[in-house]
Structure formats: structure tokens, C-alpha cells
């Protein structure tokens, strides 16, 4: 059995550090908000999560075009790794949004664009794991696991456009728009770009782990086949 | 010696022919899809209790959620037809171009739909009483939604068959990759019900077509993957 790269371990320290880091950041170091008060000290690890999310979602999609050219098992490894990260992500940026919507927006929910967008990507990459779980075959797997990414990751910023058409209240951070705009205090910036940073690094070391979790799951597999024969 | 194109179209013709003939004779794809359609309008009758003012506001949305339902009962049967007897081994062992399968199937699965459309329609017409839906923009957008969600459709129910849950997957991978297809013309017949200007539906309906070109696309271009064994 391969030993634990050293790089990793480092990275696994340095993701401890960073998310300690952010954290104090975002909860200490980040001067309160003045409309909405402490609970705005949600949205730095909301952008930081959501980030990441989309990182993840984007090179599904990426693999799964470099998989259906190549036929290289390690782009599915990759890819299973990045929908598997992002999915936890994305959930838990749902949930810190819903967090901060209560005081804000007077709800949990509400069907505005981004948050719909949300909950229809997330259903998506969880149609993506029941796909792979019906299909026994490791090589189909990977093949239909790819289209299915390629089409869902088409179809997130179409449903994103035609839900647009409706009115939105989710204010806008990063980029234009005639949405509420989000004022940010430089101490602020400091802890929002650190979150986009230290959700950036845990991403990577996550998305190491479970490619290599990939490959040793694939070779009990062939053990297996091995014994049987 | 014959040029590619015209067999192409031959080969494809050939295979809307052949479903069409074995439904002309079976009729249990239609039949099934038809009754299912009556009886979720029927239900929408009751949970919804469609009073005169409340069934203006959501006939666009009962239709079409109709037809997505329905359309999930055709596009499985249709597949699933093509496995059991052992059909899709013989078309794919056919010295035909994988995508003309793939547009042979779209197109009877698009000429299943659209029989039921043209049933349930006038059927609603004359329950509601709402004839504002026999306008030509009307049925554009339903031909559009239609031609899209079985683009998608036809897909991923090639991949839907070939795995263990079958039945049961289909719906919960159309589902959300469709939602962009459906809301889209949900706005748009919506819009057209209620007589609004034409600039007000000309976004929704391009989003339509800029999705039924790209999802065609796809499509045709990720569907031998799908077959391949």
C-alpha cells in the first residue's frame, strides 16, 4: 500500500490553518455590518463554499468532455472527486444562505434565480451519483457519468438566464448588475478574499483525497477480480 | 454508389417508420401516455380546484407539466422496447451511422408527443373551456418545448435503460436538466395566454431555441457514447 504523500500531509495542515485563519477573520477581525448586523459574518464562508462549488461543477464538466476524448480512467477518477467535493460544498452554501436569509429576507427560502439555480444544480449532481450507482460496469460508468455532467453542466446557466426573467433580490458581490449592490469595507475585502482563498486550498486537499481514495478503490477492485478467477 | 447524406436520412426515416408501424399496431405507448395525461389534468382538477380566474393564471403551467410527465412514460416505454426484445443490438449491428439512431428515435418519440398534444389539447380546450390556446404562437412554443425536452429526453433514456433502476432513473435525471426547457416555455405560453406584448416572450422563447440547438447538438454529438458497448 502507497504511503500518504508528504505534499498532502502539508496540505493537510496548511488547510487546518487557513480555515482557522478565515474563520477568525470572518467572526473577529471583520468589522460588523451595519444594515445587517453579525449574521452578514455568514456570507464569507457562503462565497468562500460557493466558490469552490462552482470550481468543482465547471471541471465535472471539463473531465467529462477530457474522459469521452481520451477514455482515461483517471479523468473519471477526477471527476467523481470534484462533483463529490462540490455537492458537500454547494450544500453547505445553500444552507449558510438559508442562515442568513432568515434575518434578512424575513425567510428560509425563496425562489429567487441563484437560489433556484442552487437547488437545481445540487439536484442534478445527486441524479449524477444515482446514475453511477445503477451501472455495474466501471467503464459505463465513467462513460455515462461524463455525458451526464457535460448536460447538466450546459444546463445550469440556462435554467441561471431563464429564471433571471423573474426579479431578483439576491444582492450582487462580485460583477454589474441592477441588483442590490453589497458595500465592502477594505478589513471586509481582506476576510472575503482570504475565504475565497482558504475554501480554495481545503478544496484541493479534499479533491487529492478522494482521488487517491479513486484509485485505491479501483485496485481492491481488480484484487477482487483477481481472487474470484 | 450512393453519397452519405441521402442514406443518412434513409437509414434515420427507416427507424421513425419502423416505431411508427409498431405503434400503429400495439397502440400501447399512446394509449398508456394519453390516459396518464387525462388523469394528471384530472387530478390538477381537483388539487389545484380550478376555478375560472385560477385556471387562466396556470393553464401554461398544468399543461405542460401534463406533457413533462406523459412525455417521461413515452420516452421510457419507447427505450425500453428497443432492450428488452433485443432490437437495439440489431440496429446498432446495422451499417448505419450511430447518430441517425439517435435522430430515428427522437423523431418518433417528438411524433408520440406531439399526437398526444394534439389530443389533450383540444381535450382541455373543450373541459376549461380556455380556446385562447389554439393561437399559432401558442403551438410554436409547444413544438419547440416539445422538440428539446426529447432531444434531452431520448438521451437519457438510451442511458436510463441500461442501468439497474431503469424505470424509476429516468424522471430523476430528465428532470432537472429539462427544467430550463420547461420553464422557459411555461413563461412563454404563459405569456402568450395572457396576451402580452411580443417583446415581453421574445426572451423565453429564445432561450427556447438557443437550448433546443445546443441540447440537439449534444446530443447528436454524445450519443454513440451512450450506445457503445
Redesign the interface.
Known sequence: MQTKPLMLKILDVASIIVLAISTYLALVFAPTEAVMGDVQRVFYFHIGTAWVGLVGFVLAAGTGIAYLVTKDMKWDRLEVAAVEVSTIFFFITIVLGSIWARPAWNTWWTWDPRLTTAAVTELIYIAFFMLRQGIEDPERRARFGAVYAILGGLSAPITFMVIRLFRTIHPIVVGSGEGEKLPLTSDMRVAFFFALFAFTVIFVDLMWHRIRLGSLEEKVEQLKLKVSM | MKTAAPSFIKATMAIVQKDLAAELRSRELLSAMLVFSMLVILIFNFALELEIDVRQKVAAGVLWTTFAFAGTLGLNRSMAVEKDRGCMDGLLLAPVDRSAIFFGKAISNLAFMLIVEAIVLPLYAVLYNEFRIFQLGFLGVILLGSIGYIA?GT??SA??V?????DV?LP??L??????VL??SV?ASGGMLAGAEFAEIL??LN?LI??DV??IA?AFM?FD??V?E
Not at chain 2, 441500461?162 to 431503469?166: N, V
Not at chain 2, 428532470?175 to 430550463?180: E, K, Q, S
Request: net charge positive; aromatic share 12%; proline share 9%.
Open positions: 434531452v438521451l437519457l442511458m436510463s441500461q442501468t439497474r433502476t431503469r432513473l430523476i435525471l428532470f432537472p436538466v429539462a427544467v430550463p420553464l422557459a413563461k426572451t423565453p432561450l438557443v437550448y445546443i441540447f449534444i454524445v457514447f451512450v457503445e
